[in-house]
């Protein structure tokens, strides 16, 4: 096995076996602190695969800025293993059923594809002039749109979470 | 054997199967609202994964909207459950029922 098959695997486990720590942890602190090792996990993924670019993002955008609006939150509201609700045991089976069956439905439409090679090589389009390029010509549209679109979600963020009276905390980015 | 196309779909599947179970499994809002992340990451990992194999930058433009997509879904959702946690001291899903009756 090489090193990239290696790589895969280690990442791979550390993944979803965090991931697993995500949805089985009673303290929602520590899923927090999961994900964002889940989401570590996945930027090794973006490094391995020759995406560079999107591996800083992923880890400057998710796991620095939105999982700390999370931890902030969760922390915020004094959450802990004590005041978690749970659901009731056969409610948890019925979604681990309903997961796995989707799981099984789609491993079964998958299991017949083809294989694709995947050319270790190393390539260019994950560096960043390229993907400005890209996105400066191609997807300049949705570029601008996706600008309105937090233009918009900053706004929405400040009026919903404005106080009506007296002292006024607010919830903004 | 070595790392193809189908282990990278099966990665991806994994993933995304824990991020729904764990949104059936669980009553808290927030964990709910991270395992939407969860399922959001797995699709962006299979969108790099055949970018890599097709040798072509749209898909890793697909993963950089769906990153804004995510942040902007995360600034207004936690306003939101903040907005409700303030209103009825709790982040427990089961409690936002009142449509039912």
């Known amino acids: 096995m090489d090193i990239y098959g290696i790589l895969f695997w280690v990442l791979s486990a550390i993944a979803v076996g965090c991931a697993l720590g995500v949805i089985l942890s009673r303290n929602p602190v520590n899923s927090v602190l999961f994900l964002i090792l889940t989401f570590f996990a996945i930027s090794g993924h973006y490094l391995l695969m020759n995406a560079q670019f999107l591996f800083i993002v992923n880890i400057i955008v998710y796991a620095g800025a939105i999982m700390v609006l999370f931890l902030f939150v969760v922390m915020l509201m004094n959450l802990n293993a004590d005041v978690e609700p749970q659901k009731g045991q056969l409610v948890q089976l019925a979604g681990v059923i309903a997961g796995g069956i989707l799981f099984l439905v789609v491993l079964a439409a998958i299991k017949t594809t083809q294989p694709q090679a995947i050319d270790k090589t190393t390539t260019d389009i994950g560096l960043i002039t390229n993907l400005g390029k890209v996105l400066f010509t191609k997807f300049v549209l949705p570029f601008e749109i996706s600008s309105v679109l937090f233009l918009s979600a900053m706004i929405g963020a400040v009026v919903i979470g404005k106080k009506e009276d007296t002292h006024n905390l607010q919830k903004g980015e | ?101």
Do not use: W
């Open chain 2, 1 to 101: 054997m070595p790392v193809n196309s189908t282990h990278y779909l099966f990665l991806s599947l994994l993933l995304f199967s824990i991020g729904i179970m764990g949104a059936l499994m669980r009553r808290n809002a927030i964990i709910i609202f991270m395992c939407i992340e969860l399922m959001l990451n797995a699709v962006n990992l299979l969108l790099v994964a055949f970018s890599k194999i097709y040798g072509d930058a749209d898909a890793q433009l697909f993963v950089f909207f769906i990153m804004v997509v995510a942040a902007v879904e995360v600034a207004v959702g936690l306003a939101i459950i903040v907005m409700m946690y303030r209103k009825v001291h709790s982040v427990d899903i089961n409690i936002l029922n009142r449509l039912k009756h």
